[in-house]
């Protein structure tokens, strides 16, 4: 069995994710403590006692959801034996989980990572006043269909296509007014659903492309080495392993289209069979099934969910 490794985004935060791993096995609590170290503050006590507006805040959900996720991963490889320049062909994360995934695979530091995606948070909240900028689901149309409709949408201002998660389940992102126009022409053209999202800025979209200039600054002052195994990219879904086309690509990623139902199925096609989504929750599992129905797709994040993962790795 050919694996991936994959690491959700935002959205996927729960007050207490990763606290039963800290609680059973040192290697967690570890992850817990540099991160909590990098930032200056117990961003762990958010996690485990809320409240969940706290923890949903931009600038901590993003940490917050690479320190679940590099926790998982420290204890795969303590308890079930994981390494993922053997396991693993791919890891490749949504839009902050990208993150995760070079963390993971080595390419930056957990402390590195934190500060950055701290950073990343904050600078993609102040890019834009508050409720100048929206965001919105279209289900039921093909990611070609709703980019058409958000270029008639935009009328002068700005409706990008943000997210392509899976087939029928695309999300658009720009000035509220464009983005709410996009909701009414989807639904015109046979849309199932178009549903406003509850966000606090517009990602992925050039609205905020101030963001992007304090990432690349940002990013220019990190080391960034080589990822044991290669990352598949939001931006191109296709892998990348060079430093500094990882860096262009992280701060391409700020404004460009999450290009996930692409990376899947590259994955895919290039052999791999099971996709393991390793922090918070499961919402890329959920869509895994929708893009390649033949990929077997599982998520880590308890200590049962490593005690079933070791079973099947050992079997």
Known sequence: MSNAFVFPGQGSQAVGMGKALAGNFAVARAVFEEVDEALGEKLSVIMWDGPIETLTLTANAQPALMAASLAAVRVLEAEAGLDLTR???????????????????????IADTARLLRLRGTAMQAA????????????????DKVAEIAAEAAAGEVCDLA???????VV????????????????????????????????????????????REALAGVAVVSPVVPVVANVTA???????EIRALLVRQVTSTVRWRESVAFMADAGVTRLVEVGSGKVLSGLTKRIV??????????????AAFAAVATA
């Open 87 to 109: 396991d693993a062909a791919f890891v490749a994360g949504h839009s902050l989980g990208e993150y995760s995934a070079l963390a993971a695979a080595g390419a930056l530091s």
């Open 238 to 244: 296709a892998p990348v392993t060079d430093p500094d």
């Open 128 to 143: 834009t006043p508050v409720g100048t900028g929206a965001m919105a689901a279209i289900l039921g149309l093909d990611a």
């Open 172 to 215: 658009v992102s720009g000035n509220a007014s464009a983005v709410e126009r996009a909701c009414e022409i989807a639904k015109r053209e046979g849309a199932s659903r178009a549903i406003l999202l509850t966000v606090s800025a517009p990602f992925h979209c050039s609205l905020i492309a101030p963001a992007a200039e304090v990432m």
């Open 163 to 169: 997210n392509d998660n899976s087939p029928g389940q």
């Open 293 to 306: 129905r033949t990929l077997t797709a599982t998520s880590v994040g308890t200590p049962e969910d490593v």
